[in-house]
């Protein structure tokens, strides 16, 4: 692989990709009316994670690839708050 393309590993290439990645999920997570907090709560990480994900400083490319279909899953079970103003997971 030629030197700086992306990768699915933590290698240097990922770095590029990282900020990209992480400003789709603010964008989604914005869409949605969440906070990072309740985003973090919703997919068992903690905040800090979240953040990193969003500020690129922790790519989601870097994430195994179990980790990252278990939190697919868990993103796409997300819905619109209830009547109630409360959020379902």
Do not use: N, Y
């Not at 709560?41 to 980790?67: I, K, Y």
């Amino acid at each position: 692989m030629a030197r700086g393309q992306p990768t699915l590993t933590g290698s240097q290439g990922s770095r590029a990709i990282g900020p990209v990645s992480g400003f789709v999920l603010k964008l989604a997570r914005q869409s949605t009316a969440l906070t990072q907090e309740k985003l973090a709560v919703a997919l068992g990480v903690d905040v800090s994670t979240v953040q990193g994900w969003e500020s690129g400083r922790r790519p989601l490319s870097a994430v195994s690839a179990g980790d990252f279909l278990r939190l697919c899953g868990r993103l796409s079970r997300l819905t619109w708050p209830t009547g109630r103003g409360k959020w379902r997971t």
